[in-house]
């Protein structure tokens, strides 16, 4: 089995900064690409970032410039560095990977539970 779990969300004022994690964890083959997604109440899910196996990075246009994705990838861990946040961050954020298992040579994509973040103004 594969597992996603995102640490590092929380409460923080406006200007503030946080880092999320994500450890991908069991039996792991193979990571591709890696992301972050992220959920406000009452909107869709929206892409945050992304980073792919070679390093390459894209962002969603009202965090660039603030948001900052990285990936160890020794310990098969997946990184958000926030700076500059603003109350219209405030959303559950979800990691992704695609991953293949030992068991197979395709690769699924995965999900973490989520983890709450909370600009206040």
């Known amino acids: 089995q594969v597992q996603l779990a995102e640490s590092g969300g929380g409460v923080v004022q406006a200007g503030g900064s946080l880092r999320l994690s994500c450890a991908a964890s069991g039996s792991i083959f193979s990571i591709n690409a890696m992301g972050w997604h992220r959920q406000a109440p009452g909107k869709q899910r929206e892409l945050v970032a992304g980073?792919?196996?070679?390093?390459?990075?894209n962002y969603a246009d009202s965090v660039k410039g603030r948001f900052t994705i990285s990936r160890d990838y020794a310990e098969n861990t997946l990184y958000l560095q926030m700076n500059g946040l603003e109350p219209e961050d405030t959303a559950v954020y979800y990691c992704?990977?695609?991953?293949?298992?030992?068991?197979?040579?395709?690769?699924?994509?995965?999900w973490g539970q989520g983890t709450q973040v909370t600009v206040s103004s």
């Open positions: 980073i792919t196996s070679g390093g390459s990075t």
């Open positions: 992704n990977a695609d991953i293949a298992p030992y068991s197979t040579t395709y690769y699924y994509r995965y």
